[in-house]
């Protein structure tokens, strides 16, 4: 098809195809003439994924192109498949293997300078990498809520935790087998899936604070 | 403070202080001069939110001006407070009464042209208002997630919804009474909150993924 074909099958407008063009985070047609290029089923998918990581999942295209590279390209084996995938999503190298802290106990003092974050992660014994880049994610949320006047303390910290580890038990359970469709799964997955946990949550609050109630207790 | 000292003091530049000042996300100083202002710490603390706001919560600058006008505003009474501050965040006013499902038993038949979101939120029996704005969201947020490969069943959801209904519990239960209090902490901290928690939710598939186990079950 040609590009205002593809511009029809997908809503997105030739000038903003042309940019995904250059921006390569879209593949060249094949060549039909000096001038024209034909498209085919894969640039409709690949068009919708890229509209979708930008639309609902609040990336900007660097990050839109790290993702697909990461994508197609994905030279990891399984346990190195959440390294690549957040790398792509937030564009740091996690090189450093050593973990924040890897039993379920308490672990030793946070090195000199660690983050509220980091200290909070050896206390609860969540095995992490030290300089995984959501670490500094989770301390500039957390100080910004605190700056705000939202009271989040470590106690009501763990509480988020204890659910979100449900939430990551979800997660790891439905990342097949294959690396490529792992990598996939995993980067899209926590981008797009993060969108419908917001919408979920705003959700959620209705239905608690109408009910009065929350879900059953299991402590 | 001029507005030299209170960019010292946040770290913002004068220009961006001064686009502030236009859009009206920060209140004007009181003026000292034909052509200077003098800026407190009121201006300091509104400068971080609106930088948290934009920067950690991801808002454009027109969602930051409903926010600061909800919390500074909020004509509401307690039960108000959740629909006031969608409204905020969301830009569309939730006026319909009508709840998707006011009991957990599944209710009647969907309306024709209902969404899969709307279909599965009455099979769960969640008590959301049926013109709620994050029903919309959360439909868009699921179709790019099947659009894009992400196998995203209704079991899945369920799994989801039954781990964010312990995060909406804990939002909950932190809600001042103060109706003031109350919407800026609903407000603020669904905007800074939803950034915590996908800092933990990428921190937390780490975890699980590495020890090979999720938190214990309660089913």
Redesign the interface.
């Known amino acids: 098809m040609r590009i205002s074909e593809l511009s029809d099958s997908t809503g997105v407008s030739v000038p903003t195809l042309k940019f995904y063009l250059r921006e390569g985070v879209l593949h060249p047609g094949a060549s039909r003439s000096r001038t024209q290029s034909d498209y085919d089923a894969s640039h409709v998918e690949r068009v ?2 890229v509209r ?1 990581l930008v ?4 990336l900007d295209l660097a990050t839109v192109g790290r993702v697909l590279r990461t994508i197609e390209a994905p030279e990891v084996d399984r ?1 190195g498949v ?1 390294a690549v995938s ?1 790398q792509a999503l937030l564009g740091e190298p996690v090189t450093d293997q050593t ?1 924040v802290e890897q039993t379920s106990t308490p672990g030793p003092q946070p090195r000199e300078g660690a983050g509220r ?1 980091e200290r909070w ?1 050896r206390a609860r014994g ?4 030290e300089r ?1 880049p ?2 500094p ?2 301390d ?3 100080r ?2 605190e ?6 303390d470590e106690t ?2 763990d ?16 990342v097949p087998a294959e690396p490529l469709a792992a990598v ?3 980067v ?3 981008v ?20 009065g109630h ?3 207790s ?1 402590a």
């Open positions: 919708r994924l979708a639309e609902v999942g609040g346990l959440l957040q973990c974050a992660l969540w095995s992490v990498q995984d959501a670490i994610l989770l500039r949320a957390w910004a809520c700056d705000a006047g939202i009271g989040l009501r910290m509480q988020y935790a204890d659910a979100v580890e449900r939430i990551a038990a979800v997660d790891v359970a439905s996939r799964q995993v899209v997955g926590t797009l899936v993060d969108a419908v946990l917001s919408a979920l949550r705003k959700l959620a609050q209705q239905h608690v604070a109408v009910t929350g879900p059953v299991d």
